[in-house]
T-cell receptor, first 112, second 110 residues
Framework: IAGITQAPTSQILAAGRRMTLRCTQD?????MYWYRQDLGLGLRLIHY???????GKGEVPDGYSVSRANTDDFPLTLASAVPSQTSVYFC???????????FGPGTRLTVL | EDQVTQSPEALRLQEGESSSLNCSYT??????LFWYRQDPGKGPEFLFT???AGEEKEKERLKATLTKKESFLHITAPKPEDSATYLC???????????FGQGTRLTINP
């Protein structure tokens, strides 16, 4: 089934641990995005990539890093997790910057 | 500052009771407006894209319209399965990111 897959579905993580959230799309979209969604704050962009090999910072990038080695994969890494990074994380993709974005099912992350 | 405001925050309707959700925006230049549906515990599901004032899009019981300052999502004769949070987002000219509204939580009672 075409779309976006994310892994893991959920994770409980000790503070200070390193964690990588995985995202893969099979729509051959150029642009990919990582958001976090928190109650009362809505969806906030963490990082984005307009095309393979390039990345950029969104509105809440601190504590997160991304890479885009190929078109399909866009992993998000938390180098040293902190409790404030407890959230639901969504990966999204679009054919090009500014076009409609399609979202994955999300990863629920709890940092203790 | 670019802003998107959705109203109401929550709306309860009886099955078959039509209504509209509002998304008002103040942005420097609109490149596109998007509507999404989000069910609890799931990712947003794309519904519509609107690019210019006067444009309308329809899908089953939903119709989205756009003016220069706002968009409406009209729901005609809703069913309980239409219950969800509806999100509006705008793409601002020259910007990388979409600006999302806070959403309207819609509940349709049978």
């Amino acid at each position: 089934i075409a779309g976006i897959t994310q892994a893991p579905t959920s994770q409980i993580l000790a503070a200070g641990r390193r964690m990588t959230l995985r995202c893969t799309q099979d729509m051959r979209h150029n642009a990919m995005y990582w958001y976090r969604q928190d109650l009362g704050l809505g969806l906030r962009l963490i990082h984005y990539s307009n095309t393979a090999g390039t990345t950029g910072k969104g509105e809440v990038p601190d504590g997160y890093s991304v890479s885009r080695a190929n078109t399909d994969d866009f992993p998000l890494t938390l180098a040293s997790a902190v409790p404030s990074q407890t959230s639901v994380y969504f990966c999204a993709s679009s054919s090009d910057r500014g076009r409609e974005q399609f979202f994955g099912p999300g990863t629920r992350l709890t940092v203790l | 500052e670019d802003q998107v405001t959705q109203s109401p925050e929550a709306l309860r309707l009886q099955e078959g009771e039509s209504s509209s959700l509002n998304c008002s925006y103040t942005v420097s230049g609109l490149r596109g407006l998007f509507w999404y549906r989000q069910d609890p515990g799931k990712g947003p599901e794309f519904l519509f894209t609107l690019y210019s004032a006067g444009e309308e899009k329809e899908k089953e019981r939903l119709k989205a319209t756009l003016t220069k300052k706002e968009s409406f999502l009209h729901i005609t004769a809703p069913k309980p399965e239409d219950s969800a949070t509806y999100l509006c987002a705008v793409h601002v000219q020259g910007a990388q990111k979409l600006v999302f509204g806070q959403g309207t939580r819609l509940t349709i009672n049978p």
